[in-house]
């Protein structure tokens, strides 16, 4: 699939800045705007096209061939006629395939992309106090596009078309049979409005601050004010101290006082991990089975069938349970549990965390008086093999690890049969409820639950050769 972005506008709402700068070229957040659509659909796109026409050439000096790998075409928009002349000037890059459309000029989250592409053909909108200045969207009752009116002067909804769609080439089809609007252009609403009649388009809404839209000084102050404040919060989240408040409670602090982020610190566990050595101080039972450098701390119990796979290094008054594996380059704090059949490999455990039984969690990092439930899967390594990345508010950090489960922070409790995604953060005291499957980042103090539908109905009558009308022989 590829991107359209619309960037060949002058910008006249936003002079002086944009007298000598093109608008996506303006900076929030220490980046152009149009970089931040670009990011937003990075993961969703092989190919951007840019439609460019005032002060062009800064805008193809500035982004080049492509963006992170991926290749940028450029159409020169010789008329601004409006978005739908824009449009047919791209037809022939964009071909018959599926297409994003995406203002230069806004901020998008990839949140909001991600549920706008699952749709066969959709538009993305968002709720407004005053409509009046945009593309007013009707749905019907199943979600879909009932009609759209450009700049009513009575809006019927309060729904605004935020210029992000999903499209194909019917759309391209049905623009060459539009003439000039009212004002005097060739505008992509109205080829939208004749779709709808022959095909369902899905009107996809934006959550709060999921879309900025940046076409004016006064909205443009209010994005940066945003995006400060955005930042602040990350800088906050991707810190240690996020997740754990004690560090002493930590069995080896110093990887984490090194490192920026929290899942650094997992980099350098297998090097750390060579400087343990053997040294059994608690009880361990005659039928486990103890392999490598093994560390076991004072009051420690290792129960009947556990399997030790050093180097591991473990506190005092640690309880592992019968059948329990560790695996190498695991260190485990003071007065912790390990459930039966659990299986952990390569994490750092602060003391009093709790991990329950047939339980797995590999290279992550759990913290102190953490509660893993019974069941519950901490995944370490994605599907693809790639990387691991996290996402935080929207934007993604890469890790540069193949393997990272989670990052679960101080008296975090996660409940039974959870899964989690690798590259998951969880700030401390959030809990997950049973049955999750969780994906990205939870915020400290929050609770993540499931909720599902249950249907109770008549238990249907079974007729079986040799069983009576029960179902009994």
């Given at each position: 699939?590829?991107?359209?972005?619309?960037?060949?506008?002058?910008?006249?709402?936003?002079?002086?800045?944009?007298?000598?700068?093109?608008?996506?070229?303006?900076?929030?957040?220490?980046?152009?705007?149009?970089?931040?659509?670009?990011?937003?659909?990075?993961?969703?796109?092989?190919?951007?096209?840019?439609?460019?026409?005032?002060?062009?050439?800064?805008?193809?000096?500035?982004?080049?061939?492509?963006?992170?790998?991926?290749?940028?075409?450029?159409?020169v928009?010789?008329?601004?006629?409006?978005?739908g002349?824009a449009?047919?000037?791209?037809?022939?890059?964009?071909?018959?395939?599926?297409?994003?459309?995406?203002?230069?000029?806004?901020?998008?989250?990839?949140?909001?992309?991600?549920?706008?592409?699952?749709?066969?053909?959709?538009?993305?909108?968002?709720?407004?106090?005053?409509?009046?200045?945009?593309?007013?969207?009707?749905?019907?009752?199943?979600?879909?596009?009932?009609s759209?009116?450009?700049?009513?002067?009575?809006?019927?909804?309060?729904?605004?078309?935020?210029?992000?769609?999903?499209?194909?080439?019917?759309?391209?089809?049905?623009?060459?049979?539009?003439?000039?609007s009212?004002?005097?252009?060739?505008e992509?609403?109205?080829?939208?409005?004749?779709?709808?009649?022959?095909?369902?388009?899905?009107?996809?809404?934006?959550?709060?601050?999921?879309?900025?839209?940046?076409g004016?000084?006064?909205?443009?102050?209010?994005?940066?004010?945003?995006?400060?404040?955005l930042?602040?919060q990350?800088?906050?989240?991707?810190?240690?101290?996020?997740?754990?408040?004690?560090?002493?409670?930590?069995?080896?602090?110093?990887?984490?006082?090194?490192?920026?982020?929290?899942?650094?610190?997992?980099?350098?566990?297998k090097?750390?991990a060579?400087g343990?050595?053997?040294?059994?101080?608690?009880?361990?039972h005659?039928?486990?089975?103890?392999?490598?450098?093994?560390?076991?701390?004072?009051?420690?119990?290792?129960?009947?069938?556990?399997v030790?796979?050093?180097p591991?290094?473990i506190?005092?008054?640690?309880?592992?349970?019968?059948?329990?594996?560790?695996?190498?380059?695991?260190l485990?704090?003071?007065?912790?549990?390990?459930?039966?059949?659990?299986?952990?490999?390569?994490?750092?455990?602060?003391?009093?965390?709790?991990?329950?039984?047939?339980?797995?969690?590999?290279?992550?990092?759990?913290?102190?008086?953490?509660?893993?439930?019974s069941?519950?899967?901490?995944s370490n390594?994605r599907?693809?093999?790639?990387?691991?990345?996290?996402?935080?508010?929207?934007?993604?950090?890469?890790?540069?690890?193949?393997?990272?489960?989670?990052i679960?922070?101080?008296?975090?409790?996660?409940?039974?049969?959870?899964?989690?995604?690798?590259?998951?953060?969880?700030?401390?005291?959030?809990w997950?409820?049973?049955?999750?499957c969780?994906?990205?980042?939870v915020?400290?103090?929050?609770?993540?639950q499931?909720?599902?539908?249950v249907?109770?109905?008549?238990?249907?009558?079974?007729?079986?050769?040799g069983?009576?009308?029960?179902?009994?022989?």
């Amino acid at each position: 699939m590829k991107a359209l972005i619309l960037a060949a506008g002058k910008g006249t709402r936003m002079h002086p800045l944009t007298l000598d700068t093109p608008k996506p070229l303006i900076e929030v957040g220490g980046i152009p705007l149009m970089q931040h659509s670009m990011q937003a659909a990075y993961d969703f796109v092989d190919e951007y096209v840019i439609v460019v026409k005032y002060l062009k050439e800064q805008i193809m000096a500035y982004f080049g061939k492509e963006f992170k790998g991926k290749p940028i075409s450029y159409v020169v928009q010789e008329e601004t006629l409006g978005t739908g002349h824009a449009l047919l000037s791209a037809q022939n890059e964009l071909g018959g395939e599926e297409f994003l459309i995406l203002l230069g000029d806004d901020i998008i989250s990839p949140a909001a992309l991600s549920r706008l592409v699952k749709q066969d053909k959709a538009v993305l909108l968002r709720e407004t106090p005053d409509p009046r200045q945009y593309a007013v969207v009707e749905l019907n009752e199943k979600g879909h596009l009932q009609s759209i009116e450009e700049k009513p002067l009575h809006p019927k909804t309060n729904l605004a078309n935020t210029g992000a769609w999903k499209m194909n080439a019917a759309l391209i089809e049905h623009m060459k049979d539009k003439g000039m609007s009212e004002r005097g252009e060739y505008e992509i609403t109205d080829a939208l409005a004749s779709l709808m009649k022959e095909e369902e388009i899905a009107g996809v809404r934006a959550k709060e601050k999921e879309w900025l839209g940046v076409g004016t000084l006064e909205e443009l102050s209010r994005a940066r004010e945003y995006m400060e404040g955005l930042f602040a919060q990350e800088k906050e989240v991707l810190s240690h101290s996020y997740y754990f408040s004690d560090l002493s409670a930590c069995p080896c602090p110093e990887l984490l006082q090194e490192g920026e982020y929290p899942w650094q610190a997992l980099e350098k566990l297998k090097e750390y991990a060579k400087g343990i050595k053997t040294s059994i101080k608690g009880e361990v039972h005659p039928s486990a089975v103890l392999s490598g450098e093994v560390e076991i701390g004072e009051g420690s119990i290792i129960s009947p069938y556990a399997v030790i796979e050093g180097p591991v290094k473990i506190g005092k008054n640690v309880l592992v349970r019968p059948f329990a594996l560790l695996r190498p380059n695991t260190l485990i704090g003071d007065d912790v549990v390990v459930g039966n059949a659990a299986e952990i490999k390569q994490c750092i455990i602060f003391n009093e965390a709790k991990v329950q039984s047939h339980t797995f969690v590999g290279d992550g990092i759990l913290g102190k008086g953490a509660r893993i439930g019974s069941g519950a899967i901490l995944s370490n390594r994605r599907f693809d093999q790639e990387t691991v990345k996290v996402t935080i508010f929207n934007k993604r950090y890469e890790t540069n690890l193949d393997k990272c489960s989670a990052i679960v922070g101080d008296y975090v409790r996660i409940g039974s049969q959870v899964n989690t995604a690798p590259g998951t953060l969880i700030g401390n005291n959030a809990w997950v409820g049973a049955g999750v499957c969780l994906k990205g980042f939870v915020e400290k103090n929050k609770f993540v639950q499931l909720r599902q539908d249950v249907e109770t109905v008549a238990k249907k009558t079974v007729l079986l050769e040799g069983k009576n009308k029960e179902g009994e022989r």
